[in-house]
T-cell receptor, first 115, second 115 residues
Framework: AQSVAQPEDQVNVAEGNPLTVKCTYSVSGNPYLFWYVQYPNRGLQFLLKYITGDNLVKGSYGFEAEFNKSQTSFHLKKPSALVSDSALYFCAVRDYYSGNTPLVFGKGTRLSVIA | DAGVIQSPRHEVTEMGQEVTLRCKPISGHNSLFWYRQTMMRGLELLIYFNNNVPIDDSGMPEDRFSAKMPNASFSTLKIQPSEPRDSAVYFC?????????????FGPGTRLTVL
């Protein structure tokens, strides 16, 4: 079975500081990993994904994520947070061997960037 | 590309009434997903289709819920009769399995309120 854990319901960071939103996963094979962001009253918006290759993946709006196979983690990072980054962030996973099946989403982490 | 289109954006109805939510996936996408989002339960997968065929409807709460995809460009989610506990935001997402790993793209959602 596939699963994703986002251990923090809420992350607070000051504007200009680096931010990290944590995600750990469990799959039986190789993972495909995704990050989505949801702004208030909007749908989920794709940020970035890891398929294979370089463990550091760069995405939209200056976000990046680092795949760590030994720690089964895929943490989302940004060097300098903006107030406009305040939103709900979802990590998602799918097993490479599961074929064309839906992504499994975490419960989400609410990021609040304080000016 | 217009993205995933959902209608209506907001729906307010009374308990017992029939509700129909509509979704137009991104052109060329062959997978379609219906999700429900609530504060209590987070993001839940209700049903998904591949090539217009329902693959897994185990997330549909009960027989009051039904979904159809008569063609590649249109899907409906129907609730009959509706109940107050059905109040939620319903998202439709689509993806394409051609050309590699499928990224799901979400619509803006339909906010349903059942009084």
């Amino acid at each position: 079975a596939q699963s994703v854990a986002q251990p923090e319901d809420q992350v607070n960071v000051a504007e200009g500081n680096p931010l990290t939103v944590k995600c750990t996963y469990s799959v039986s094979g190789n993972p495909y990993l995704f990050w989505y962001v949801q702004y208030p009253n909007r749908g989920l918006q794709f940020l970035l994904k890891y398929i294979t290759g370089d463990n550091l993946v760069k995405g939209s709006y200056g976000f990046e994520a680092e795949f760590n196979k030994s720690q089964t983690s895929f943490h989302l990072k940004k060097p300098s947070a903006l107030v406009s980054d305040s939103a709900l962030y979802f990590c998602a996973v799918r097993d490479y061997y599961s074929g064309n099946t839906p992504l499994v989403f975490g419960k989400g982490t609410r990021l609040s960037v304080i000016a | 590309d217009a993205g995933v289109i959902q209608s209506p954006r907001h729906e307010v109805t009374e308990m017992g009434q029939e509700v129909t939510l509509r979704c137009k996936p991104i052109s060329g996408h062959n997978s379609l997903f219906w999700y429900r989002q609530t504060m209590m339960r987070g993001l839940e997968l209700l049903i998904y289709f591949n090539n217009n065929v329902p693959i897994d409807d185990s997330g549909m709460p009960e027989d009051r819920f039904s979904a159809k995809m008569p063609n590649a460009s249109f899907s409906t989610l129907k609730i009959q009769p509706s109940e107050p506990r059905d109040s939620a935001v319903y998202f439709c997402a689509s993806s394409s399995t051609s050309g590699g790993v499928d990224t799901q793209y979400f619509g803006p959602g339909t906010r349903l309120t059942v009084l």
